[in-house]
């Protein structure tokens, strides 16, 4: 038998694992339980690891398998209050999960060199977070290790809002004359731009503000294991 707080854990990695392929974070855990510290949640996940329903895959952070889930899975407490949080239906036929809102892929962006364009129409990506469907939002695959110190690594599928404007500090996709399309952190110095790495073997890039367009800023990231 799990407590009601082990099963509404569970319930709530395997819903995020559905929806983005990835366990959720130990912050993202402990609000949506509604826990005062991380330590609460290193225990229901040791208790659901000693109770068969998970496990933890090795030199891989963030990293849980869902192996069982209970018979009854009906979410209790936070997770009903939390807004992004889309509980596990249960039918004669087992469970099933609502169909995340889906974003369109639309090619690969550079984390390294630009590339001379972003391609287009590569299918869909389900939405992470509860993010809406819609035109507002598209998804890239980033090739290149130049932002791995914020996290973003080769292979990794990013989702960016539509937009013209950035703030400095932003994570943003740039078009560079037109032409070169790089996922960078966006800085504004005095008239000009600088679209700066995040990994040191990489240099900052500085051009004139009529010369970089931005084309969407950063606002999720998808990352599987596979």
């Known amino acids: 038998m799990l407590t009601s707080k082990q099963k509404e854990l569970l319930l709530f990695i395997n819903q995020r694992i559905k929806e983005t392929g990835v366990s959720p974070s130990f912050d993202e855990m402990k609000e949506a339980l509604d826990l005062a510290s991380k330590s609460g949640i290193h225990r229901l996940i040791t208790a659901l690891e000693e109770r068969g329903f998970i496990r933890r895959l090795a030199n891989r952070a963030r990293a849980l398998e869902v192996l069982k889930l209970p018979d009854s899975a009906i979410p209790t407490g936070a997770s009903r209050q939390r807004r992004d949080f889309r509980p596990a239906l249960v039918t004669s036929q087992g469970i099933e999960t609502p ?3 889906m974003i369109p892929l639309v090619g690969r962006i550079a984390a390294g060199s630009p590339l001379s364009a972003i391609q287009q129409d590569n299918g869909q990506v389900a939405s992470p977070g509860g993010l809406p469907e819609g035109d507002d939002y598209f998804a890239l695959e980033v090739q290149g290790d130049s932002m791995i110190q914020v996290g973003i690594l080769n292979g990794d599928t990013v989702i960016l809002k539509r937009t013209s404007t950035a703030q400095t500090g932003d994570i943003v996709v ?12 966006l800085r504004r110095k005095g008239a000009s731009v600088a679209l700066e790495a995040a990994n040191p073997a990489f240099e900052t890039r500085i051009f004139g503000p009529d010369r970089v367009e931005v084309q969407g800023r950063l606002v999720a990231l998808i990352r599987r294991y596979d």
């Open 99 to 101: 169909r995340a809102p």
């Open 174 to 185: 740039a078009l560079i004359d037109g032409e070169e399309a790089t996922l960078k952190r």
